[in-house]
Nanobody, 122 residues
Framework: QVQLVESGGGLVQAGGSLRLSCAASGRTFSGYVMGWFRQAPGKEREFVARITSSGRSTYYADSVKGRFTITRDNAKNTVYLQMNTLKPEDTAVYYC???????????????WGQGTQVTVSS
């Protein structure tokens, strides 16, 4: 079992920045691919970014590429999502998730956090 707890969400104006954190406990964090997903009201949950277990490779949705950065600190069992130049359409509940294999499909992710709300005002 891996327990994930997100933090860092909030209300920010368009053009602003936020950094989300996801603290993991339980089984070996460094063995998992970590991903961030989001779900806006009335929409399906979508992939945002993922990072390999070593942290050497990262992947992003086209909608956030160049604005968001995913990193991880395996010594602290934490994954981060730095979000810059935020837009109103980034408003969503953001979830972190852990996967033994990775990919963009949420079906590949076995463990999920409870989510943190990000609201971007125009």
């Amino acid at each position: 079992q891996v327990q994930l707890v997100e933090s860092g969400g909030g209300l920010v104006q368009a053009g602003g920045s936020l950094r989300l954190s996801c603290a993991a406990s339980g089984r070996t964090f460094s063995g998992y691919v970590m991903g961030w997903f989001r779900q806006a009201p009335g929409k399906e949950r979508e992939f945002v970014a993922r990072i390999t277990s070593s942290g050497r490779s990262t992947y992003y949705a086209d909608s956030v590429k160049g604005r968001f950065t995913i990193t991880r600190d395996n010594a602290k069992n934490t994954v981060y999502l730095q979000m810059n130049t935020l837009k109103p359409e980034d408003t969503a509940v953001y979830y972190c998730a852990a996967s033994p294999s990775g990919g963009r499909s949420e079906k590949n992710y076995d463990y999920w956090g409870q989510g943190t709300q990000v609201t971007v005002s125009s």
